[in-house]
Nanobody, 114 residues
Framework: VQLVESGGGLVQPGGSLRLSCAASGSRFSDYTLVWYRQAPGKQREMVASITPGGNTNYADFVEGRFTISRDNAKNTMYLQMNNLKPDDTAVYYC?????????WGQGTQVTVPS
């Protein structure tokens, strides 16, 4: 499985972005999918996750601003991010897990200037 993120960019505070993570390979619908982010000088942290059954989980800092979703027919995961803040500036990565098999994307940069 290869994961390719897209949709990052520069956005003003209060703006929105939708990140996409396109996957190649089979059994996409069986994977737990996760968005992580890593800001400069900080550890990588979980942003949101979605199970094969569609159950979602969010980090506390999301505060209802982000929505994770998946389209198994398109082998794609999304992260809709609204009301972005400067603290959201980071490289955003997608991650896929099936049992002990894990994959990472290469990341997409999101910049929210202060």
């Amino acid at each position: 499985v290869q994961l390719v993120e897209s949709g990052g960019g520069l956005v003003q505070p209060g703006g929105s972005l939708r990140l996409s993570c396109a996957a190649s390979g089979s059994r996409f619908s069986d994977y737990t999918l996760v968005w992580y982010r890593q800001a400069p000088g900080k550890q990588r942290e979980m942003v949101a996750s979605i199970t094969p059954g569609g159950n979602t989980n969010y980090a506390d800092f999301v505060e209802g601003r982000f929505t994770i979703s998946r389209d198994n027919a398109k082998n794609t995961m999304y992260l809709q991010m609204n009301n972005l803040k400067p603290d959201d500036t980071a490289v955003y990565y997608c991650y896929a897990r099936l049992y002990r098999i894990t994959y990472w994307g290469q990341g997409t940069q999101v910049t929210v200037p202060s």
